[in-house]
């Protein structure tokens, strides 16, 4: 029921920025939380960012002060600024929506995005 579609990815050098765009459908948006995650080769989906239905946000340690999610209800989009870009962010990063907790996602996970942070 959720539809959920990343773009924005690409080929950055470190230090370099990006921003990524979430486009959802098929929920009421403005009450749910929208969350960034990512998957790395060889490591486990991580959660990045998230954004609540009022707006408070929380980071991973690794990209605070880096990475800013924000939101638009009117759009139905989350976005997520990625700035001063380092080799370790390199990975598909997906998007999602939750109601409680960011653990526990709506939808199910789709193609996502492709970051490349080439040294």
């Known amino acids: 029921q959720v539809q959920l579609v990343e773009s924005g990815g690409g080929l950055v050098q470190p230090g370099g920025s990006l921003r990524l765009s979430c486009a959802a459908s098929?929920?009421?948006?403005?009450?749910?939380?929208m969350g960034w995650y990512r998957q790395a080769p060889g490591k486990q989906r991580e959660l990045v960012a998230a954004?609540?239905?009022?707006?408070?946000?929380n980071y991973a340690d690794s990209v605070k002060g880096r990475f800013t999610i924000s939101r638009d209800n009117a759009k139905n989009t989350v976005l997520l600024q990625m700035n001063s870009l380092k080799p370790e962010d390199m990975a598909v990063y997906y998007c999602?929506?939750?109601?409680?907790?960011?653990?526990?996602?709506?939808?199910?996970w789709g193609q996502g995005t492709q970051v490349i942070v080439s040294s």
């Open positions: 999602n929506a939750y109601r409680r907790y960011s653990d526990y996602v709506v939808g199910s």
């Open positions: 098929g929920i009421i948006f403005s009450i749910y939380g």
């Open positions: 954004i609540s239905r009022d707006g408070s946000t």
